[in-house]
């Protein structure tokens, strides 16, 4: 015997494209301008008369007329009074709709936040909120970094907006330019790209990098041929969480100290001491082509120049006083959040 695909309708329910609020107040409006034109026109009606007759009969509250209608203007007003059935049905049917189902406060939710993503400035967009999407987040969210989250997953969505941090999100492909375009990213400062899939990844990094061409791009990787194609992709920096939590575990028996001492001083709730990379780019055109000595950050701010990172990415430990920074490279400064405050005070200073 055959099969055959049946589909089941439910013809109590209306779909919700056709449910649309704007085109409910449009309708709306423009019944009540032809009523009001209708009864000027044909019945010679002023303006308040108009507005007045426009009302009773679109409400149907049944008031007697303002003044005797002639043949054509009854007729003009059942026929207001007929499209008025259809018109206050659909307008009865989307307002239902956004109110039961909540779409109308979705809708603002969701306003809201298009409009916070659009006055960022400087800010880091997260493409992803898996396991390690969650943990750069948490971070972002600790330091008060500007950040936007794009996922496609409901559920990720959902744990989201049920989170009690108000983290900015889209619900979109990130693989896709809308989405990227969306989050801000031609006003971005960076993008981590931490997908489940690495071939998503490297759409991501691919569209990242022909959109905004001087952002810093970060891309998580599984595969380590994934790595190569990342970078050729347009990455700055391809991260392999495997690799580097085995490398971690290794070095806990090498090097415990050094590895315990690390995990202090970048651990917020136990101290108060971090790092900041101060680049040429960053630097106060009166401070460009001095050398370390001169710029005398130890003694003025107290904190300690602890790495000169090269152009070509080759690092010094401890630089010496003639290190002077050059276009590309940066200094790796390590202090108290005081000092690191001081340094920032200290370097825009400068600039003023």
Known sequence: MPKYNIRTWNIYTVPSSFLNLKVAFALLFGEFIIGMLGFMIIEGYSLVNAFYMTMITISTVGFTEVQPLSPTGRFFTAGLILSNIGIFAYVLSVFSYYIIQGEIFKKMHTNRIEASIKRLRGHVILCGFGRYGKEIATHFYKHDLPFVVIDLAEDRIEQIQKSEDKILY?????????????????????????????????????????????????SRAKDPNSQKKLLKAGANHVVMPEQIGGFYMATLVSKPGAVEFFSFITNEYRSDIGFEEVSYESLPQQCKGHTLSQLNIRQITGANVIGYKAPNGHYDVNPGPDTILVPYSSFIILGSNDQLEKLREYLKGYEG
Do not use: K, M, Y
């Open 170 to 218: 889209l619900q979109e492909d990130a693989t896709h330019d809308d989405a990227l375009i969306d989050a801000g990213i031609d006003r971005a400062v960076a993008l981590i790209s931490a997908l489940p899939d690495d071939s998503d990844n490297v759409f991501v990094v691919l569209s990242a990098r022909q959109l905004n061409p001087r952002l810093n791009i970060i």
